[in-house]
């Protein structure tokens, strides 16, 4: 996936062609489009700077010269009336459109082998955007999800319940962009699994414990529940208050109305905005784990609460 580009600058392509030439101005468009270039409008097609997009970029002109049109590439370090976060949240926003179209398909999708041949177009689909998604939309890792999920061999069958004592002064390792599942999962694991559990989002520490990626191992989803409810079974924990927010991170999650719960749905969509407005996973995390103790706190406890 393209990494964000943050001090680079940009590429601005300004081109004009001849009014005879509407075919090639399709062709250009079309090109300009799975860049994922940002139109500006009045000002030509933008992409963040890059040696891949300059390379593109100069290609795309050259091509529009041959074609008797003008063409100019121009490298700008910054636009006075746009500044770089609203640019990078213009294309966090046209990518979420796009991995909103897929995300929709793939809703549609019986969860059999007849819808192999769609679902594996969905995937070549889903790739094409994600190559072009420089500033990672939080969409992204939830539709890899959804798609992970259907491609997903049969569930293994569920492990022993596990000692908490093993897991305790961990790192624990999960996907940047953190939604309300993998939220949700860090607060039940700080809270009643390892207190003092520190959170990272990518793969170089061996030693962390992973869970809800798409790598196998740790913990994830298993069979229909979601990361959250593996744990909470898994772990056995038996706090009566989290009994129902694992019904409804269940449905916010996998969208699937099983338990008609949708307190969570709002707190997954807050997760959703700040992601798009670009803030940092840690950040991220922190904000969901305070909305998943406030939810917590609001519930009622019931007279003979289980343990925990």
Not at 7 to 20: H, M, T, V, Y
Not at 82 to 93: K, N
Not at 206 to 231: M, N, R, Y
Not at 243 to 272: K, Q, S, T, Y
Request: hydrophobic share 40%.
């Amino acid at each position: 996936m393209p990494v964000p580009n943050s001090k680079g600058g940009w590429l601005l392509l300004i081109f004009s062609l001849p009014a005879r030439q509407a075919s090639r101005r399709v062709e250009v468009w079309r090109k300009l489009r799975s860049l994922g270039a940002l139109a500006l409008p009045g000002s030509g097609y933008l992409l963040p700077r890059s040696p891949q997009n300059t390379e593109r970029m100069e290609w795309l002109a050259a091509a529009i010269r041959s074609y008797k049109g003008d063409a100019s590439v121009a490298q700008v370090q910054a636009i006075d009336n746009l500044p770089h976060d609203r640019l990078a949240r213009m294309f966090r926003e046209a990518r979420t459109r796009d991995y909103e179209v897929i995300r929709r398909e793939v809703r549609k999708l019986p969860a059999s082998g007849h819808a192999r041949a769609r679902l594996e177009r969905l995937r070549k689909r889903f790739r094409e955007i994600e190559a072009m998604d420089y500033f990672e939309s939080p969409l992204r890792s939830r539709v890899e999800a959804m798609l992970t999920r259907l491609e997903a061999p049969p569930a293994a069958p569920a492990r022993a319940r596990v000692p908490r004592a093993q897991y305790r002064g961990k790192k624990w390792m999960t996907r940047p962009r953190p939604g309300i599942d993998r939220v949700a999962s860090a607060w039940l694991i700080r809270r009643f699994i390892d207190p003092q559990a520190k959170f990272v989002f990518d793969g170089s520490d061996k030693s962390a414990v992973p869970f809800d990626t798409f790598h196998g191992g740790g913990f994830g989803h298993h069979g229909d529940d979601c990361t959250f409810e593996t744990l909470r079974r898994e772990f056995a924990v038996r706090d009566s208050r989290v009994a129902p927010i694992a019904e409804m991170v269940h449905d916010a999650d996998l969208e699937d109305g099983r338990f008609a719960r949708h307190e969570a749905v709002g707190i997954d969509r807050v997760l959703v905005g700040w992601a798009q407005q670009g803030v940092g996973d840690q950040e991220l995390l922190r904000r969901g784990m305070a909305m998943i103790e406030g939810l917590y706190q609001s519930l009622p406890e019931k007279q003979e609460r289980g343990k925990s």
